[in-house]
């Protein structure tokens, strides 16, 4: 049995915080990390430092420039149980986004169309929950009950197999 983690995550930036006001939720970003440390993360959000606006997917290091400059970011850790297929699956599918990354935007529009209750979606572009539900679907590791565009951070809370591991700040993870 091998393990994948789930981070719930708020890191405080302008953007952040926004999405936090909107939905009323705590967390405004979620990513996921292959090893128990999750030194490193994949999700989709900005790719620089200072600009939100160019966004995609990306991996963000633990050691790196943002969480250095976002020492405060508070997270909740997921711990997932599965089999050695589900995480070869997904590290195949992080693997050949890693390889195009390029292909990949944020789903800015998609925000907006979400907010209303419009499923309609883009090809490579996704925002993190919707990366993040994905992977975990195509991977065969949970199905969600709606589909996975509509799902928010707060939607991976409480889920059948997903065992809480930590709270705090992420920088104080060990």
Do not use: W
């Amino acid at each position: 049995m091998k393990k994948i983690y789930i981070l719930l995550m708020h890191t405080n930036t302008i953007p952040a915080r926004l999405i936090q006001k909107v939905t009323n939720y705590k967390y405004s970003h979620v990513g996921i990390a292959l090893q128990k440390d999750c030194n490193v993360i994949y999700s989709f959000g900005r790719k620089k430092l200072h600009s939100f606006l160019d966004a995609g997917f990306c991996v963000e290091y633990k050691d790196g420039e943002f969480f250095k400059t976002f020492h405060k970011t508070m997270c909740t850790i997921y711990e997932v149980p599965v089999t050695e297929e589900q995480y070869e699956k997904v590290k195949d599918i992080i693997h050949a986004m890693l390889l195009h990354s390029s292909q990949y935007q944020y789903d800015f529009i998609g925000i907006v169309l979400r907010f209303f209750g419009i499923p309609l979606t883009f090809k490579n572009k996704y925002v993190c929950s919707y990366f993040v539900a994905s992977v975990l679907q195509k991977a065969k590791i949970y199905q969600f009950q709606k589909r996975v565009c509509f799902i928010k951070p707060k939607d991976f809370e409480n889920l059948r197999g997903f065992r809480e591991i930590y709270t705090g700040r992420y920088l104080q993870y060990q």
